[in-house]
């Protein structure tokens, strides 16, 4: 299996169209998000007013450059099965989200102490990340 000639395109495209899709979701859920958090939207910018410039963007590019490894691992996954289709794609994002992802997510937030809501919300939007990267990945072929 060689992932030197991944086709980082389909990886790139994926990784943009996942980000976009978590920036629109948690817009959409920012308040019930909030909540979960156990913050107020006072709170959270006071709290972002405290930090410098790179500090404000850095998640952003985290959640990107997760995505993009994301879609590299599926990628390879996908070339190991030599499954690359839309279904193949997705169903193997959705094993890999339930498998590590809710499952990692769930037991962070329990030893944490966090609402079961922020699990929900949290876990949700990374099948969505995840069920977009693998149809793109899976869609777009080697």
Known sequence: MNF???NMVSI???AVAAWIFGGAYYTALSKPWLKAQGK???QCKAEQD???GIAKGAPFVVVFISEIIIGWVLYGILLHMN???VRAGIISAAFCWFGFVLTT???NNAFGGRRVTLTVIDS???LGAFLIIGAIVGGWGP
Do not use: N
Request: charged share 10%; aromatic share 10%; net charge neutral.
């Open 124 to 126: 949700v939007a990374w």
């Open 105 to 107: 997510i769930a037991t």
């Open 40 to 42: 107020t939207l006072e």
């Open 50 to 52: 405290a930090k410098s």
């Open 4 to 6: 030197t000639h991944a």
């Open 83 to 85: 499954a690359f289709t």
């Open 12 to 14: 790139l495209v994926a």
